[in-house]
T-cell receptor, first 114, second 114 residues
C-alpha cells in the first residue's frame, strides 16, 4: 500500500472549517484513500473514503486532487468533539474477503480550540 | 455505521495469567476481523487478521502461541493473551468488515498486567 504523509498536529478554531491535508504521492490507480479518526482512549471511527471523485457525507468532505497524489479532509464546522487524531490511509482495492488491511501511520492530532 | 463491540473495556490481571477479549459485530456478519495493539502515544499496530472458520494470519513479530485468536462465527472473534506479562499491557482494538467494505472498530480494551 502507498505511504501517506500528514502533519503531526493542527489547531482549528471552534466553528471554523478544519482542513486536514494528506500526501500520497506513490498512490496507484486502484488504491482508495480512507480517513479514520481516533478520539482519546477509543477505537478508530470511520469517516469517509474515495477513489477519484470528491466525496461528502454527514461527517466530512474528501477532496482528492486530479493527479490523486494528495487529498484533504474537510470538517466544515469543527466542534470541540472533533478533537482527535486523524488518520489518512491508502489501501489497494481487491476483490474477495480478507483481501486488504489498514495500515495506520502517525496521523494528525487535531485540536479544536474554543 | 455498523457497530463493533469489545468486551471487556478494561481488565487488570496478574502476571502469568491469561486474558480473553471478545469482539462482536452487532448488526452485521463480518467476513474478516482484525486485531490491533496500541501502546501509549503510538499508532495502531496490526497484530493479526482472521477470517471466519480459518486460522488467523499473524503479522511478523507477533507470537501466535501467545496471542490466540479464534474466529468461530461471523459475529465473534476472541483474542486470548496467554501467560500475560507487564510488557503485554496495552490497548487492544478489534475491527470487523464485510468483504471489501470499510472496516469498523471496537471501542478497545485496556489491558494492564500487574
Amino acid at each position: 500500500d502507498a505511504k501517506t504523509t500528514q502533519p503531526p498536529s493542527m489547531d482549528c478554531a471552534e466553528g471554523r472549517a478544519a482542513n486536514l491535508p494528506c500526501n500520497h504521492s506513490t498512490i496507484s490507480g486502484n488504491e482508495y484513500v480512507y480517513w479514520y479518526r481516533q478520539i482519546h482512549s477509543q477505537g478508530p471511527q470511520y469517516i469517509i473514503h474515495g477513489l477519484k471523485n470528491n466525496e461528502t457525507n454527514e461527517m466530512a468532505s474528501l477532496i482528492i486532487t486530479e493527479d490523486r497524489k494528495s487529498s484533504t479532509l474537510i470538517l466544515p464546522h469543527a466542534t470541540l468533539r472533533d478533537t482527535a487524531v486523524y488518520y489518512c490511509i491508502v489501501r489497494v482495492a481487491h476483490s474477495g474477503a480478507g483481501s486488504y488491511q489498514l495500515t495506520f501511520g502517525k496521523g494528525t492530532k487535531l485540536s479544536v480550540i474554543p | 455505521g455498523a457497530v463493533v463491540s469489545q468486551h471487556p473495556s478494561w481488565v487488570i490481571c496478574k502476571s502469568g495469567t491469561s486474558v480473553k477479549i471478545e469482539c462482536r459485530s452487532l448488526d452485521f456478519q463480518a467476513t474478516t476481523m482484525f486485531w490491533y495493539r496500541q501502546f501509549p502515544k503510538q499508532s495502531l499496530m496490526l497484530m493479526a487478521t482472521s477470517n471466519e472458520g480459518s486460522k488467523a494470519t499473524y503479522e511478523q513479530g507477533v507470537e501466535k502461541d501467545k496471542f490466540l485468536i479464534n474466529h468461530a462465527s461471523l459475529t465473534l472473534s476472541t483474542l486470548t493473551v496467554t501467560s500475560a506479562h507487564p510488557e503485554d499491557s496495552s490497548f487492544y482494538i478489534c475491527s470487523a468488515r464485510i468483504k471489501n467494505t470499510e472496516a469498523f472498530f471496537g471501542q478497545g480494551t485496556r489491558l494492564t498486567v500487574v
